[in-house]
């Protein structure tokens, strides 16, 4: 049996943007429903290590993220202080600033993820908000210019809900191998998925279908270098087997050559290295780095582990030796061009013939290896994994999903990582915007509701829905 309701707001994903976005229009006193289309929600954002950062200021962002969209950044760097107030009025626990620059350059607060989320879920149930679980969204259906119609399904049947406004907040798509291929086709099909497996997509696909405008690089995304192989690359491990360090060694594909300059950052280095043919690589670094930087905490309450020897052990092809031409014997015995290699550490700075397209940054510098100095040396094969993407949906600063022609879609808004140009190949967050942008689209779609000509009851017999339909999307 068909099961017809009406909201105000209607929220598809609940990580913490589509958390944060029903809970505050739930605060504005609109009516809303939340949709998750795994057993619960979470996200990616409770896999995540909790680092609430961003730019510091424009002039950094614009720095670090040259292609970034400025306005978007205006708007999440200055509602930055107001965010973190928010998280903690509601008493979840908020750790001093970070003293060390964020990703190097970022300012940022380590806070209790997890608990926040189930804050804001508990919020919105208080409000009176509905949040349902397992669900597959079989279409959304325009009706009017103030009215969509959603057809979903869950374990306990079929809904059919009218919405003035939608929220999508469904994460991005790197779970999905075929939206991948379409958007990023430099990018290897059999990437490392370093996320959680629902947001595939369904955000961007329905903001097209509904007229939206893609926004920033598809082909870029966040993520980090993880050793290869690994074996058991469950969640919990997700931050144990990145290779945060890897802007301190030097970074070589199969040719010998170095695809990169490694110093730009594992973010940076990964995406690259998901652009050369068989995504491997092999990064090589000294022992002043294993015992340093290969050891330390990325981020607060996180503990110190040995990155090497934890790859190692989960299976990671590697090399160790007292002398780096001893190591270049070792790599050529896994694949690696030895003769080239040996000139790389020498100081050719060739880029490699295996990278797709090398085109988004500087030229390696010698500089790296000088950094090769302290025996005995490493080198451990690594792959890159993908966290999520960073193109994505336009939208302006109320959060509005834009068209081509830089229109607002009336009543259909966006947040978190289903946003596209706020990173844009170059990385600033993904807590926080998500979080900012998520309290952006929760008021602005609660008030967009707040003036519809009329407004919805919460529950309507199915012969006073509007019939006629605009448009029809599906994912
Ligand atoms: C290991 C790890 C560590 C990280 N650490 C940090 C950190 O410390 N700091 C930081 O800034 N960022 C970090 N990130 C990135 C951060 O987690 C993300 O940027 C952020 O969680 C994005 O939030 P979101 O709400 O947009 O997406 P998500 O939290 O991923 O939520 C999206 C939700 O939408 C659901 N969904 C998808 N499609 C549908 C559909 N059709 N219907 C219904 N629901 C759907 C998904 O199942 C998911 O639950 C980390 C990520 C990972 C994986």
């Not at 057809?151 to 003035?164: F, L, P, T, W």
Request: proline letters at 5%; charged letters at 20%.
């Amino acid at each position: 049996m068909t099961e017809v309701s009406s909201r105000d707001v209607v929220v598809i994903g609940g990580g913490l943007a589509g958390l944060r976005a029903a809970s505050v229009a739930a605060e504005e006193g609109a009516s809303v429903t939340l949709l998750e289309k795994q057993d619960r929600p979470g996200g990616s954002s409770q896999l995540s290590a909790g680092m609430y950062w961003t730019a510091p200021d424009l002039a950094s962002y614009r720095r670090r993220i040259p292609q970034g969209d400025l306005q978007l950044a205006e708007r999440i760097i200055g509602d930055y202080e107001p965010g973190l107030a928010a998280i903690r009025a509601t008493g979840v626990h908020v750790d001093a600033e970070a003293t060390d620059g964020v990703m190097g350059f970022g300012r940022g607060y380590s806070f209790d993820v997890k608990t926040y989320l189930q804050v804001l879920e508990e919020q919105l149930r208080v409000l009176g908000g509905e949040v349902h679980t397992g669900v597959r969204i079989r279409s959304v259906t325009r009706s009017g210019t103030r009215r969509f119609l959603l057809s979903v399904d869950s374990a306990d049947g079929h809904r059919e809900i009218h919405a003035h406004a939608i929220i999508l907040a469904t994460g991005g798509f790197q779970a999905s191998t075929a939206q991948r291929a379409f958007h990023m086709p430099a990018v290897g099909a059999d990437i490392l998925l370093r996320s959680n497996p629902g947001s595939e997509g369904d955000g961007l696909d329905l903001a097209l279908s509904l007229g939206g405008a893609p926004a920033g690089d598809l082909g870029t995304f966040y993520g980090h270098l993880v050793s290869h192989p690994v074996a058991d690359f469950t969640p919990d491990r997700f931050m144990l087997y990145s290779q945060y360090y890897s802007n301190h060694g030097i970074l070589v594909a199969a040719d010998g050559r170095r695809i990169s300059e490694e110093s730009r950052g594992d973010e940076i280095l990964n995406q690259d290295l998901a652009e050369v043919d068989g995504m491997r690589g092999f990064l090589i670094f000294d022992e002043t780095v294993r015992s340093t930087y290969g050891v330390s905490e990325p981020f607060a309450h996180f503990g110190r582990v040995d990155r090497f020897a934890f790859a190692v052990e989960g299976g990671a092809r590697h090399a160790t030796a007292p002398t780096l031409d001893q190591l270049v014997h070792q790599l050529s015995d896994l694949g690696v061009d030895g003769p080239q290699l040996r000139k790389t550490l020498l100081g050719d700075t060739g880029v490699s013939s295996l990278a797709r397209r090398v085109s988004r940054g500087e030229p390696p510098t010698v500089h790296q290896l000088m950094k090769l100095r302290t025996p005995p040396f490493y080198a451990l094969e690594v792959q890159p994994a993908i966290t999520f993407t960073l193109g994505g949906i336009a939208i302006d600063h109320s959060a509005s999903v834009l068209n081509s022609t830089g229109e607002r879609i009336p009543g259909l808004y966006a947040a978190g990582a289903d946003l596209g140009g706020f990173s844009n190949y170059g990385y600033a967050g993904g807590l926080a915007p998500a979080h900012i942008t998520g309290t952006i689209a929760g008021g602005s779609a609660a008030r967009f509701a707040a003036v519809a000509p009329h407004r919805l009851s919460h529950s309507l017999p199915q012969e006073q829905m509007a019939p006629a339909m605009e448009g029809t999307s599906s994912c």
